[in-house]
């Protein structure tokens, strides 16, 4: 499997120390280029602040290793969601 290249939102929830659930957002772009051919589905991504900023501020809120990668830049819909929700949304990027 494979996603189509092109403007990505990668979306996770995380579980912060007080045991409230947080929605992680990144915006980037998925681009052509080498992957891991290890069965899973696996894409390489660019992101607008780069790759050490994004690995440093995305770890600092414990995700888990898997997310959902959606098409299309749909931050601001995830943020509306969370108000819905009442959950708190951080976006990395």
């Known amino acids: 499997m494979s996603v189509k290249h092109g403007p990505v939102t990668l979306l ?6 007080d045991g409230n659930l947080i929605l992680l957002v990144v915006e980037g772009e998925l681009v052509p ?3 891991l051919e290890i069965g ?3 894409s390489r991504y660019k ?7 994004f690995v440093n501020n995305w ?6 290793h898997h997310c959902a990668v959606g098409i299309g830049h749909i931050a601001s819909k995830i943020k509306k969601l969370g108000e819905l929700l009442e959950m708190e949304v951080v976006q990395i990027c």
């Open 33 to 35: 280029g080498l992957i």
């Open 12 to 17: 996770l929830v995380a579980e912060k120390t």
């Open 59 to 64: 770890n600092i809120h414990g995700p888990a």
């Open 47 to 53: 992101f607008p602040i780069g790759a050490r900023k």
């Open 40 to 42: 899973n589905t696996n």
